[in-house]
């Protein structure tokens, strides 16, 4: 019976490597002679022995039967967990090793599916056809926003939107805000105030090229607000009659008003207030013979011995005896003034002249009565001056003194009182 024994071992042994891997020895001779049932143990107990793994047609992490599990896929179905399918099933649809997917559970509102080919295929609903918390985009519910491929979260500046409308950029190409995407919403808020931008200053998120009046940018052109490069705003003023501010390039600055506009005690003329006299559109102090006048008046030149008083031209007024013309008003005091100028005031207003000069002589004589008190020829055409210088020309020629009084009252027969 010893025989029979050992092919009964050398059966099971058979059937063991077959359940769990192709077992071989070293004496590959041994194996093709009879059996030496003396030889034969079990093969865990064989030194030498080696398994090779059998992945063929299984997923990745399933037994290989050799104590191990396989790194990879070889299952020409689908994968559910590590077993196998034919990837046929609307429950278990799938191809290539990928993992089974249950069809029945892939289509959504916006359409179901069934298993073809390894893929779940239907019908889509229209795209924006509304679904739960957003639109239907390509048979799927999109709750983010559409790209116009692809349904993005939404939550991106550069795709911002919810429940399935279009993305949009929340770029709003200003730079003095600061844009971000906030559920589903563009915000774009004002960047710190300030914020050097292209040819200005931030306010209130946009750029300010003018000047900021503090809730509002001016253009920074008028003489209320003038500014620029956003900037505070500046009132123009003038404290100068005869200049007007004015705003240039968001500079405050003076203007000359028109020649002639009134000022205080005279007329503006090139941007100044003339209280003397214009000429030639300059202001002069008007207070020479040259160039007379006052309260921002034509200049004139006053005439041959004449002043400027006060911007009038006019006789000066100079001490003399009386006795003579010159070109004065008055003589200074002389003994006469009084009593020619009460007679006539032309003498000491405007100029003392011949009339006034015989009148003078009139007065100190008494109309040739009296001696003169100073010396002084003549009595002023008085009544007898003819007939008494006619016998003493001294009365004439160097002063009526007291010989030429008593001659004209005696010989020339004047009343005297």
């Known amino acids: 019976m010893r025989p029979d024994r050992r092919l009964l071992l050398l059966v099971v042994l058979w059937a063991w490597g077959c359940a769990e891997g192709t077992y071989t020895t070293p004496a590959d001779a041994r194996a093709e002679a009879e059996p030496d049932a003396d030889a034969l143990v079990f093969p865990d107990t064989e030194a030498g022995q080696t398994c090779a793994p059998n992945c063929a047609g299984k997923c990745s992490g399933a037994d290989d039967g050799c104590g191990s599990v396989c790194p990879s896929s070889s299952c020409s179905g689908c994968c559910d967990g590590t077993v196998c399918s034919d990837g046929t099933l609307d429950t278990a649809c799938g191809s290539g090793g990928a993992a089974c997917q249950d069809c029945s559970t892939a289509g959504s509102e916006c359409g179901g599916s069934s298993c073809v080919a390894g893929t779940c295929t239907g019908a889509a609903l229209p795209d924006e056809t509304p679904c739960t918390g957003g639109l239907c985009r390509a048979g799927t519910c999109c709750t983010g926003c559409w790209d116009g491929s692809a349904c993005q979260t939404g939550g991106d500046p550069a795709h911002c939107g919810s429940a399935g409308a279009l ?30 931008c292209a040819g200005g200053l931030c306010h209130d998120g946009a750029c300010c090229t003018g000047c900021w009046d503090g809730t509002t940018c001016q253009a920074g052109t008028s003489t209320s607000a003038c500014g620029a490069a956003g900037s505070p ?61 006052l309260a921002g008046g034509s200049c004139v030149a006053c005439g041959t011995g004449k002043i400027c008083d006060s911007g009038a031209c006019t006789y000066p007024t100079l001490s003399h005896d009386g006795c003579v013309d010159v070109l004065a008003k008055g003589c200074g005091g002389c003994a006469c003034e009084s009593c020619v100028c009460g007679k006539d005031p032309y003498c000491c207003n405007t100029k003392w002249d011949t009339l006034c000069a015989s009148e003078c002589k009139q007065c100190n004589t008494q109309g040739g009565c009296s001696a003169s008190p100073i010396t002084c020829p003549g009595c002023g055409g008085c009544g007898c001056e003819t007939c008494v210088c006619a016998m003493d020309s001294y009365c004439c020629d160097t002063s009526w003194d007291s010989v030429c009084a008593d001659e004209c009252e005696t010989d020339c027969g004047t009343t005297c009182p």
């Open 167 to 196: 993305c949009e950029s929340c770029d709003d190409s200003q730079p003095c805000t600061d844009d971000t995407c906030q559920a589903g919403a563009c915000v774009h808020a004002a960047t710190t105030a300030a914020t050097p």
């Open 233 to 293: 705003c500046a009132a123009c003023s003038s404290a100068d009659p005869c200049k007007t501010p004015e705003c240039q390039a968001g500079t405050c600055g003076l203007q000359a008003v028109a020649d002639g506009a009134a000022c205080t005690g005279g007329k503006c003329a090139g941007g100044t207030c003339c209280t003397g006299c214009v000429s030639g559109g300059a202001c002069q102090p008007g207070n020479t013979a040259a160039a007379c006048g």
